[in-house]
């Protein structure tokens, strides 16, 4: 396609070599045209929220051609019947006719609204899968960053949008963010002022969430995802261990024609789904809150789920915690701690977490293929607990849910995740570090004694002993190829000539949690130990005397196993 | 971009600290490479791929048919403002939509799946620093840029152009908080439109309320009475936001506490009103157990006894809720005999100021 | 007549319920909208038997003259409605003590009920079984109910009569299969945690708009499958399962090999 030389004569030539010719454009189609990206169904999570968002951009440009922003007071005349002749205001009845008189309105309104709970279940999926297998690593701590920046503007995209119909849940929502704001100290009274135009609700909310929702947030969020995309193509797509993938590679499909199918194909099946969804299940049906009131409030306040954390921290922090300090100011720690303290925790963690782990390893390499999450405990059990600690505020933000159709009193719901919120994450962690613990152990049994094939041979004097079927050497190297970080050495406190160094106290503290982290792990067999455990196997054998005919037998295994032969094998020679 | 090479080299290695080695093997595992390719039946089979190929055409014609059905549905379900009419819209529009989009994106993936070429590929990585070289070469030119800007010697200039930057957001930031926060006066937070001799009125409809139409044991949503086409306005909302109040009324033998700081009686005859502003976040506290005289707040659960001066009982609520003190006038109407004596409503800063 | 009856109660007893069962199931409406004996017009005889009924059924709990005791109110005053109420939804008698009397089916017929109403009825003034008229979700505004439901009932019920919890395990019950006529007692006479809603605090005509409101709401949403409307956490729930269910569900087969 180049211009030198023979001129193209087909239609499409001449369009590329004109377009060519004005943006070069055909390095940059030789550069990415068949680029690699490896093919894993966790790795599509990260597109579900990306489809969700342009889903939501589509669904959402719908719905501002027919909604109002504004607090203004209007009479309401028009369906549904329940709200004929209410006072409301423009957002309110715009939104009612968006719904019931715009055709495929509130098919719009419902896929917009199902599309942004994707959105952040997927966002929060993806970073889970991130999380667990490790791919924050170098080089893509900044990119992690960017993933949770994104994270929270989706919360407030969301939050915002929720917002906007003005209606009684909504505007429920609005005030307890108004009374935590007001909770702030100093700032708290002008902070709400600064908010809602004056005293809440006023009528500039519903007009400066519109531009928050519509404008800011969504062009943070664009600009943010083109970094975040463009981090990918730069750092080129991690990949799951196996034969053949390495640091120094990317195996997969090139972009051109596979991943452009398929990821193509995923947006149209994303956005069938979304719209199966909100053709058929009601979400958010504004009219039956009414239009915002200050003095109603129904049964079942909640947020959308991403917020439900916060709801349960608010609900499970008991009231002594406010007090008045000397000056008869106020401090209401009873909404501080559990609406800024609790959110500030759980997002410091998220974001300081890539550059903690990598300074308990002191590991400064580059990193593509994937951890299994079995093969770093601590980590994975830190996911764990955060999400525990994240399920059980969700839970504890739902008690009155749980406790109608449990039928339970409220009361001992709170008191048991008042319990939970510090026990749960706390045997999270314990639990699921055991568990991969065991699952190393396990691989290594594997490795070392092969499957169990559930045939059972007898000996000439009686024993009975199961024959193992050893792994074949993809099915070895998953297992065996992983390191085991151990915790960090420090140099002495004192140097050679007794003189105390500095940092050494920061470099104790440094040791003390890499322990925390690598104290108890479990080394991958090397080529050696499969050796010995084999023969060791056949020096038990001969050693207790009990075995001579297995020995003599057909086979040999390790210890009380019975390997069976395999042409395959490249382990040491049997007989 | 070769087909696959076998990468089975020591430095594909992940390992930090390796074991001695023992008994003269490896030290580690070496990557067995790529498993062995697994051809699929479209590529074994040519009448396989013929009928994966219809499968897709067949799909991408589901869509063709749910964009037609979608714009039949258009013209045959009106949406006319009744629930089921609404449901039957957006059910056929919602499905023919899902219908057209699922029908492209299946069959995209299938084709993708069974009839495009399922070899891998291996592309290189590259250490993403660049080398050395290129430092040096980017070193050089920003050293030649300051030299020639000649920064370093400048020390005026710079102080001078930083100020600049740091302080030309001012003529933006200032005229937007002046004003964005309305008047700024955060004492209105602590009065409401309650005045001596107000009427308490029955909410949503306005109506004034005499003491006798209370009963024991009912709950009344009270609001103060004021115009009704006062009622229809902005100021009024937020002024609602602060006003509202729960009236109950109680035997008052019930009563463990209702007299006021100075000892006068805030209530009336086992009738007391207090604020329906939870003290801890804001939400309307409004459900009202009759046997326990409990009110609960939905938000959060806030739990305050009517009976002793809807002290706190269960939740994150530290404060009760602020007593509206009320009396009848001569026809017999429940009034305030003034506003609250506390701020309502949650915790700030400066509440007691 | 009154005599008469006094007089031959036993012989005749049987005959009368019979002839009582036949007029109530010969009313055609009196499956679909029953009018139990009201205080005003129930006979002596009603009366008495219902008086029985009480003291064999309710006495232990409420006193043999419904004077209340340590563990149950007194019914002096409470007026036929209450009993009503009551009775007919099952949650009277009560099968053991809780947090509060559930509803289950009614363990007297309608006859049994009236005559236990007529009975508490006499014992004082109290407010009265409504009358058709006044619970005909028909002749209500709905629109008038739902902003009256909003401010008096939905913070408990929900804003649709999804129904939602109180404190130490009690709770306010899902409205959508309660009759027109109990939705009206129930707000007429505060039954155990609920309060009174007296004729001057919400007027007849309001009760019947927010039985019009809560009958709008027997069509379901608009939207579709309703989901239990229970708000957003039931929706998070529903995407959870439901949406992220699908959709991982479509990455796994995209992610998986052709065969």
Request: hydrophobic letters at 45%.
């Amino acid at each position: 396609m180049s211009s030198n030389g023979n001129a193209p004569t087909t239609r499409a030539g001449k369009a590329a070599d004109y377009l060519d010719q004005r943006t070069s454009v055909g390095s940059a189609v030789k550069e990415f045209a068949r680029k690699v990206f490896p093919d894993h169904w966790s790795f599509l999570l990260g597109e579900i929220a990306l489809y969700s968002f342009i889903i939501l951009i589509i669904t959402g440009v719908f719905l501002t051609m027919f909604f109002v922003p504004s607090m203004a007071l209007v009479e309401y005349h028009g369906p549904p019947a329940t709200m004929d002749g209410q006072l409301m205001s423009d957002a309110f009845a715009s939104t009612l006719h968006t719904s019931f008189e715009v055709r495929g309105g509130l098919l719009m309104r419902q896929i917009h609204h199902w599309a942004a709970l994707i959105f952040m279940a997927a966002i929060v999926t993806h970073m889970m899968r991130v999380f667990f297998t490790g791919a924050f690593r170098k080089p893509r701590e900044l990119n992690w960053l960017v993933g949770t920046l994104l994270m929270i503007l989706g919360l407030l995209a969301g939050f915002s949008g929720y917002s906007l119909p003005d209606d009684v849940l909504s505007g429920n929502g609005l005030r307890i963010t108004d009374g935590v704001v007001k909770s702030i100290p100093l700032i708290g009274s002008y902070l709400s002022y600064f908010i809602f135009g004056g005293e809440f609700p006023g009528d500039d909310i519903i007009p400066r969430l519109f531009t928050v929702h519509i404008f800011l947030i969504p062009g943070l969020i664009l600009a943010l995802v083109a970094l975040h995309l463009f981090f990918v193509v730069l750092h080129k797509h991690t990949q799951y261990p196996g034969g053949g993938r390495t640091d120094k590679n990317v195996v997969g499909y090139p972009l051109f024609p596979v991943y452009t199918a398929k990821a193509g194909g995923f947006f149209f099946i994303v956005f069938g789904i979304l719209a199966l969804m909100g053709a058929t299940m009601a979400i958010n049906n504004v009219w039956s809150y009414g239009p915002f009131d200050p003095s109603p409030v129904s049964a079942g306040a909640q947020p959308d789920w991403y917020m439900l954390f916060l709801e349960g921290s608010l609900r499970l922090m008991p009231g002594g915690a406010e007090f008045v300090m000397w000056g008869d100011w106020t401090v209401s720690l009873n909404v501080l701690i559990p609406a800024v303290v609790v959110p500030g925790i759980l997002f410091t963690f998220l974001f300081v977490y890539p550059f903690l782990e990598a300074a308990v390893t002191k590991d400064k390499r580059e990193h593509h293929v994937l951890d299994r999450p079995r093969n770093v405990p601590v980590r994975t059990g830190l996911g764990v607990a955060f999400l525990t600690a994240f399920i059980i505020l969700a839970l504890a933000g739902s008690n009155d849910l749980i406790a109608t159709h449990f039928h339970m009193s409220i009361n001992t719901i709170t008191w048991v995740f008042r319990v939970l919120i510090f026990v749960g994450p706390w045997f999270g962690f314990w639990i699921t570090k055991r568990i991969c613990l065991g699952l190393q152990r396990k691989d290594r049994e594997l490795v070392l004694h092969g499957h169990e094939t559930g045939r059972i041979v007898r000996f000439a004097n009686g024993e009975y002993i199961e024959v193992h079927r050893p792994l074949d050497e993809q099915e070895r190297w998953l297992r065996v190829n992983y390191s085991a970080h151990t915790p960090l050495e420090v140099e002495p406190a004192t140097d050679s000539r007794g003189v105390r160094r500095k940092g050494y106290a920061q470099d104790k503290r440094m040791q003390r949690l890499s322990r925390f982290f690598y104290e108890d792990r479990i080394e991958p067999v090397t080529p050696a130990e499969l050796a010995a455990a084999h023969s060791h196997g056949e020096h038990d054998a001969i050693a207790g005397g009990e075995h001579v005919e297995i020995t003599s037998g057909a086979a040999v295994g390790g210890g009380r196993d019975l390997v069976e032969p395999d042409a395959e094998n490249d382990g040491p020679p049997r007989h | 971009m070769s087909d696959y090479k076998n990468p089975r080299s020591p430095e594909s290695s992940h390992r930090e600290v390796g074991h001695r080695e023992e008994h003269g093997t490896l030290e580690r595992f070496p990557d067995p490479g790529m498993p062995e390719h697994q051809s699929r039946m479209s590529d074994r089979d040519p009448k396989a791929a013929k009928r994966a190929e219809r499968q897709v055409v067949l799909l991408f014609m589901v869509s063709i048919l749910g964009t037609i059905a979608s714009l039949i549905f258009y013209f045959a379900f009106r949406p006319d403002g009744t629930t089921a009419g609404v449901r039957t819209s957006t059910l056929s529009l919602g499905l023919a939509m899902a219908f057209a989009l699922l029908g492209i994106g299946l069959g995209a993936v299938h084709w993708a799946k069974a009839l495009m070429s399922d070899h891998e590929k291996v592309d290189e990585r590259h250490a993403i620093a660049s080398d050395a070289e290129t430092r040096q070469g980017a070193i050089a030119e920003l050293t030649a840029g300051a030299d020639d800007a000649n920064i370093g010697r400048r020390g005026v200039l710079k102080g001078a152009m930083i100020s600049a930057l740091a302080l030309f957001p001012l003529t933006i930031a200032v005229p937007l908080v002046s004003s964005v926060g309305g008047d700024w006066n955060v004492s209105k937070l602590k009065h409401t439109m309650w005045e001596p001799g107000t009427r308490l009125a029955i909410d949503p409809s306005g109506r004034p309320i005499k003491a006798a139409d209370v009963t024991i044991g009912s709950v009344v949503h009270i609001i103060p009475d004021v115009e009704a086409a006062e009622r229809e306005t902005h100021e009024w909302i937020t002024e609602k936001s602060k006003a509202i109040v729960l009236l109950v009324r109680l035997d008052p033998r019930d009563l463990k506490a209702d007299q006021s700081p100075a000892g006068e009686t805030w209530s009336y005859d086992g009738i007391v009103a207090f604020s329906k502003v939870c003290t801890h976040v804001g939400c309307p506290v409004a459900l009202y157990e009759q046997q326990t005289h409990h009110l609960l707040c939905p938000c959060h659960q806030s739990t305050f006894d009517v009976a002793d001066g809807a002290k706190v009982v269960f939740g994150p609520a530290k404060r009760p809720l602020p007593q509206l003190p009320i009396t009848v006038d001569d026809e017999g109407y429940l009034v305030a005999q003034s506003d609250f004596h506390e701020p309502i409503g949650p915790s700030f800063w400066e509440r007691l100021k | 007549m009154k005599a008469l009856a006094a007089r031959r109660h036993h012989r005749f007893a049987p005959v009368v319920l019979l002839l009582l069962a036949l007029l109530v199931t010969g009313g055609v409406y009196a499956a679909f909208a029953p009018t139990p004996a009201n205080a005003e017009t129930a006979s002596t005889e009603d009366i008495e038997t219902g008086q029985k009924l009480f003291q064999a059924n309710c006495a232990t709990c409420h006193g043999p003259n419904a004077e209340g005791s340590s563990t149950a109110p007194s019914l002096v005053g409470v007026g036929a409605a209450a009993v009503d109420f009551q009775v007919s939804t099952g949650r009277m008698p009560m099968q053991m003590n809780g947090p509060q009397a559930i509803a289950k089916p009614p363990q007297f017929d309608e006859e049994q009920t009236g005559q236990l109403a007529a009975y508490v009825a006499s014992l004082g003034a109290g407010p009265a079984i409504p009358t058709d008229e006044q619970v005909d979700a028909e002749l209500g505004d709905p629109s008038s109910g739902a902003s009256l439901f909003r401010t008096n009932c939905a913070m408990c019920h929900n804003a649709v009569g999804a129904g939602g919890a109180l404190s130490e395990g009690k709770f306010a019950p899902p409205l959508w299969d309660t009759s027109e006529r109990n939705i009206y007692q129930a707000m007429l006479t505060g039954p155990q945690s609920m309060p009174v809603f007296n004729d001057a605090t919400v007027t007849p005509e309001e009760k019947r708009d927010i039985i019009a409101y809560l009958d709008e709401q027997r069509d379901g949403s608009a939207g579709g499958l309703t989901l239990g409307s229970l708000g957003p956490v039931s929706e998070g729930l529903w995407a959870w399962i439901v949406g992220m269910g699908l959709l991982i569900g479509a990455a796994v087969w995209i992610g998986a090999k052709s065969s």
